[in-house]
């Protein structure tokens, strides 16, 4: 099976209905997706297929080939997404478990909404749980990612 | 013993039937129409139909109908809010079985209808069920032949009866419910009595 993570392409040989998030932390190697639930109820899992969230956990792998998977190890280059820039300027994560997750629905609420309100946030980010509770930054950081996109 | 066929089919055949033997009442194909549609209901108000059939913008989910988890929405398109795609949890088949029983079903374009055609199933009476779903500007401009077209081949109308692990199928087989369909429609569509006089009436 071949498959595209963060611009690189992989050949795996895995079961047909070997979750996404398998492949990537157990043959892939790149942990920094989580395992929380494996039934799409948490969000720790949460990556970008062709730009658009999915929780890892319930896709077969098969089902990504040919499009371009993104993890949070692929987000940008030096850790320099404006998510991730203004992540670290708000001081989000606690336990961080969450946090790879809750960055890339991130990513991805700001690249379908460039300037969301609260309750935007609050509708793209409900699905991702976070234990330690660090909802209230996740929110500020959200809109101060924006302004960072803005420039 | 030999099985004489699925009842629902047997139900569906006769009442699409207009000439019946000597000595039977022959009914009207207004009212094999009208009784074809007690099954059109059936189908429509199911779970696996009305959950997302809905007035308001949170689905719900499984048989019981629960508002749907992680304060999902509807959103512009009917595929779920900006940033939070109904895709992201559910892919374009279910998934595989050794996922279990509480993994996000999955067929093609899994989404509500859109906001502006919102087809409300849920909690209607008979008379404004039939009512919403002829009506051309709830229905996103459908004729019947277009509805007919949708309710037989349309993959996530489809989904109704192969939702996967751990949720009941439409529970009238589907080539019964297409039977009724097609009885209803070449006796005109009918709608019974009373319906939109009422809901104008409460409005
Ligand atoms: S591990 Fe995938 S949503 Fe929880
Ligand atoms: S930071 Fe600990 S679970 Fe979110």
């Known amino acids: 099976m071949k498959l595209s993570v963060n611009g690189k392409e992989h050949d795996v040989s895995v079961s047909d209905d070997m979750p996404l998030l398998w492949v990537l932390r157990d043959v892939l190697g790149l942990t920094g997706t989580?395992?929380?639930?494996?039934?799409?109820?948490?969000?720790?899992?949460?990556?970008?297929?062709?730009?658009?969230?999915?929780?890892?956990?319930?896709?077969?792998?098969?089902?990504?080939?040919g499009r371009a998977v993104t993890t949070i190890e692929g987000l940008s280059l030096q850790g320099d997404h404006p998510v991730q820039r203004a992540w670290a300027e708000v001081d989000v994560v606690q336990c961080g478990y969450c946090q790879s997750g809750q960055i890339l629905a991130a990513a991805a609420l700001l690249q379908a909404k460039p300037k969301p309100s609260d309750a935007d946030v609050d509708a793209a980010l409900s699905g991702n749980?976070?234990?330690c509770g660090t909802y209230q930054r996740i929110r500020s950081a959200v809109h101060r990612a924006a302004e960072l996109m803005e420039g | 013993m030999k099985r004489i066929g699925n009842p629902w089919v047997l139900a569906g055949m006769l009442a699409g039937i207009v000439l019946l033997p000597k000595g039977v009442d022959s009914q009207t194909p207004r009212t094999a129409a009208l009784a074809a549609f007690d099954t059109i209901q059936t189908v429509l108000q199911h779970p696996r139909c009305q959950n997302c059939h809905i007035p308001g913008n949170a689905p719900l989910q499984l048989d019981a109908g629960l508002v749907h988890t992680q304060n999902v929405q509807r959103g512009p398109a009917g595929k779920g809010a900006p940033g939070l795609p109904c895709s992201t949890c559910h892919g374009v088949t279910n998934p595989p079985a050794s996922y279990g029983p509480n993994t996000p079903p999955g067929a093609p374009n899994w989404s509500l209808p859109s906001p502006e055609h919102k087809m409300v199933f849920i909690g209607l009476s008979k008379a404004d069920l039939c009512a919403t779903i002829k009506d051309p500007k709830r229905n996103g401009n459908r004729n019947l032949a277009a509805l007919l077209e949708h309710v037989s081949h349309d993959k996530l109308v489809l989904w109704g009866w192969d939702p996967g692990v751990g949720r009941a199928p439409v529970s009238v087989p589907h080539d019964a419910f297409v039977a009724s369909f097609k009885t209803w429609m070449a006796g005109g569509a009918p709608c019974p009595a009373g319906g939109e006089a009422k809901s104008a009436r409460l409005r």
């Open chain 1, 129 to 131: 749980l976070c234990r």
């Open chain 1, 34 to 65: 989580k395992f929380g639930c494996g039934m799409a109820q948490c969000g720790a899992c949460t990556v970008l297929v062709d730009g658009q969230p999915v929780r890892s956990c319930v896709r077969p792998a098969a089902a990504v080939e």
